[in-house]
């Protein structure tokens, strides 16, 4: 995957959604984030992604969970470490509950942002620019074909699966085709029932 993101990269001129038939864009939240991520997330379930991309999906969901635990880990053992601190007859836990609570909460804020939800950023930018890159072509023409093997040319092929696997991965091919042709044409209908206003 690819470490640098384009300066004149565009997350919404070069997002996935923006390619998402509009009868399935509807029922979206709207949300272009969690939108994406749901996306991502029904491509890898259907076997749409390339085995190693869905590696890196993994190792990012993996690696969000350990920076998580990580996070709330240095919070605790800072609040814990403040609470030790006494300088004289000083002590924290002397101190009101409502000056108390938000020094420690600001701790475990100071904590997450710098350890969890800065990393966690970069690193869902990096994929999402990744994934968008390599997939968005793929995903015009699939929605033009319907052939699962334009997103994922190792959708039946794929060199880890077994001859039973392959088998499997065949039946799946034709009902990911069939559901998504049938969807297509429901989506032209929709998109005409839009344009003549039936809708309203």
């Known amino acids: 995957m690819a470490d ?24 979206y939240s ?6 994406e991520m749901m996306l991502w997330k029904e491509f890898k379930d259907q076997n749409l992604l390339e ?5 890196e999906i993994n190792h990012f969901m993996k690696k969000s969970f350990k920076l998580l635990i990580v996070t709330f880990a240095v919070g605790g053992i800072l609040n814990r470490g403040l609470s030790k ?11 009101h509950f409502l000056i108390r609570f938000p020094i420690r909460l600001s701790l ?15 690193n869902l930018m990096k994929l999402h620019y990744y994934l968008n890159m390599k997939y968005c072509e793929r995903y015009k023409q699939y929605n033009i074909n319907c052939d699962p093997k334009t997103m994922n040319p190792l959708f039946i092929d794929d060199p880890n699966l077994s001859s039973e696997g392959k088998e499997i991965r065949r039946l799946e091919y034709d009902k990911i085709r069939s559901k998504h042709s049938m969807l297509m044409m429901q989506n032209k209908e929709y998109e005409q029932m839009m344009k003549s206003g039936k809708m309203f």
């Open 4 to 27: 640098n993101i384009n300066d004149n990269f565009d997350p919404i001129k070069y997002s996935i959604l923006n390619h998402v038939p509009s009868l399935k864009l509807a029922q």
């Open 30 to 35: 709207g949300n272009p984030l969690m939108d």
């Open 51 to 55: 085995p190693n991309d869905k590696k």
């Open 85 to 95: 601190i006494k300088i004289r007859s000083f002590e924290l836990f002397k101190l």
């Open 108 to 122: 475990f804020g100071i904590s997450f942002y710098f350890i969890g939800f800065n990393p966690l950023m970069n």
